[in-house]
């Protein structure tokens, strides 16, 4: 075996064993969690929050005791479903609340007002409060409960945050000795990012390659270049009761370019690896991530030792589910070697799906 087959086979290897690793370790929770399914309802360590928009706030009699709820674990059929307890109130004479349009709201035995009980079924799950009238006045205001942490352990399964795609991208390059080389190819990829439940630690990993050159300016090329990055995870204490969620990112990136025979490129560079990771859940099903990485090479230079990613995707929830991903990515590196000033650039767009 050559040598660029072997970088190419030592990267993934790697990639490959972080994320089995914590695949091996997500699912030795959910079995350690899954045997007290016998047991009576439980205390999570997690919290829902619960939220109404002020432009859908149609029911402003309607108040609630908390905004925070905390998570019970029932037992239900074998498995641990996650619930909350919604202690409300009714300000309206003569008027009846219902829940999900038709079911009457119960009476709190704790206090005044109402209790309901909900099931988690999801991150944003949606509830519909119903008040009927004397005269046959209806009116509807649908409430979220937020909850990201919160999962049925019989349903989670560690390989659900794996995720392969495939693409394609705009590559750019440029060295002092050699000139600008532009060059269109298929990319694909492999990725793992921890799920947003447990503890505020987590992993996440990323390997993008570009192959099948489709065409290259001004000579006519095959590069490949790998892009990867690895590391640890941590989840913010901030904007809880919204529904965006921010980690810390800290690891390490890798990137190399084989030429394949052609007289430029690169290889082996590696750099310790900084980012933030914003997640918006759009709804029951679909959410956005915003990701952006820094990685100081040598010395922190920003025009000439330096990469930077920026990554926008779209993930929705399958019936399946599997998970679907569309992800925009801009990629930069710039730095010297041998006396040679290098900067790599490339845009790719591409289609994920959980294995």
């Known amino acids: 075996m050559n040598t660029p087959n072997r970088r ?20 030795g929770f959910s079995e ?28 402003p009699e309607l108040t609630f005791k908390k905004i925070k709820l905390p998570v019970i674990l029932v037992a239900r ?23 999900q349009n038709d079911s009457p709201v119960n009476k709190n035995p704790h206090g005044n007002g109402f209790l309901v009980h909900a099931f988690l079924n999801s ?24 909850a990201p942490e919160a999962q049925e352990f019989e349903i989670v399964s560690p390989w659900n945050a794996v995720t392969a ?8 390059y440029q060295q002092t000795a050699f000139g600008v080389l532009s060059s269109r190819s298929a990319l694909i990829g492999i990725g793992y990012t921890s799920p947003e439940a447990g503890s505020r630690f987590g992993l996440t990993g990323q390997a993008d390659m570009t192959v099948l050159n489709f065409s290259s300016e001004p000579i006519k090329a095959n590069p490949q270049l790998i892009d990867a990055r690895f ?34 490129g690169f290889a082996d560079l590696w750099g310790p690896n900084f980012g933030l990771r914003a997640m918006y859940y ?14 100081p090479y040598q010395s922190v230079q920003l025009d000439r030792q330096r ?12 019936k399946s589910l599997r998970r679907q991903d569309i992800s925009i990515k801009y990629s930069t590196s710039a730095f010297e070697s041998s006396g040679q000033s290098i900067d790599v650039g490339f845009l790719s767009i591409s289609l994920g799906y959980s294995i």
């Open 231 to 264: 590391g640890l995870s941590y989840r913010l204490s901030v904007a809880e009761q919204s529904r965006w969620r921010y980690r810390l990112l800290a690891g390490v990136s890798y990137l190399t370019l084989m030429s394949n025979g052609s007289p430029f």
């Open 282 to 295: 759009n709804n029951i099903r679909s959410s956005f991530v915003l990701e952006m990485h820094m990685v």
């Open 77 to 99: 059929k074998n498995e641990l479903r996650p619930m909350v307890e919604i202690e409300g109130q009714f300000e309206k004479p003569d008027w009846q609340m219902f829940v």
């Open 123 to 146: 991150q944003v799950n949606e509830i519909y409060f119903t008040a009927k009238g004397p005269n046959r006045e209806v009116l509807t205001e649908t409430v979220y409960i937020f």
């Open 165 to 172: 795609s495939a693409g394609y991208a705009s590559f750019f």
């Open 32 to 59: 350690d969690n899954s045997q007290t399914t016998q047991k009576k309802n439980q205390k999570a360590s997690w919290v829902a929050h619960l939220l109404r928009q002020d432009f859908n706030a149609r029911l």
């Open 8 to 27: 190419l086979l030592l990267i993934f290897l790697q990639v490959g064993t972080l994320c089995i690793s914590a695949i091996y370790a997500a699912y």
């Open 307 to 318: 990469g930077l990613q920026l990554s926008a995707t779209w993930s929705k929830a399958l």
